[in-house]
């Protein structure tokens, strides 16, 4: 029988399984997977334990291999994953409010709304697409500096396809190093470098807009060179 496990991802590898660079997972065998079990992959920061804002992803388990052969450190287990299509393909108006829900868009703000719509329209759009074996590839923030204000010495913000909906910022202060957050949100995340800022903001930029669209795996033929 199927059985559906709860997991926690750490940031990194939850960005690599959302964009479809990562479609394994190396796990200790407590909990007898089997081939055509559900892992839920929960976005879990070690930083910011209680940030329970990033969607869960879905992956069917479709290959097991267990420790002790090839390589694998017995008591671990190593997972095969691919993306579980809906069983029920939900009501437009229902994706449509879903995918608001995840842009975070304030109801008073009718500018991002409209932004928001008219990101669902095409993320909608690329969903159908990736029936057809195609699969999206988002688009790198562009980052600009802007002149430092009092106590700061320089500011970064980023361009992207949507920027009513909010706008990401690097700021770069005299005790935190550099910190990137959203605009209007509260939460923020410190970095060594502006590199790392950046880099740090993409990956969150990049879950956003693959956690809303709906997209099947690849096809083994598809994979093969």
Not at 20 to 43: H, I, M, P, S, W
Not at 84 to 95: G, I, T
Request: net charge negative.
């Amino acid at each position: 029988m199927a059985t559906t496990h709860y997991l926690k991802t750490w940031p990194q590898f939850y960005g690599a399984v959302a964009r479809g660079d990562k479609n394994f997972e190396v796990r200790k065998d407590d909990r007898a997977y089997q081939a055509g079990d559900t892992l839920t992959l929960q976005y879990y920061d070690p930083e910011n334990p209680h940030d329970s804002s990033t969607p869960q992803l879905d992956r069917l388990v479709t290959f097991v291999l267990r420790g002790g052969q090839f390589g694998v450190e017995p008591g671990y287990v190593v997972m095969g994953l691919a993306e579980e299509l809906r069983a029920k393909a939900l009501p437009l108006s229902q994706r449509q409010a879903e995918f608001v829900e995840h842009m975070a868009v304030s109801p008073g703000d009718p500018e991002g709304q409209d932004a928001a719509d008219a990101m669902f329209r095409a993320a909608d759009a690329l969903s159908c697409l990736a029936g057809e074996g195609w699969r999206p590839k988002v688009k790198r923030l562009d980052w600009h500096e802007t002149p430092a204000s009092s106590g700061l010495f320089a500011i970064w913000t980023a361009e992207h396809a949507f920027p009513n909906i909010e706008e990401y910022r690097i700021i770069h202060t005299n005790d935190r190093g550099f910190i990137w957050r959203l605009q209007h949100v509260t939460n923020f995340e410190s970095c060594e470098t502006l590199e790392a800022a950046k880099a740090a903001a993409q990956e969150h930029y990049d879950r956003r807009i693959l956690s809303a669209l709906d997209l099947p795996a690849p096809s083994v033929e598809e994979k093969l060179p």
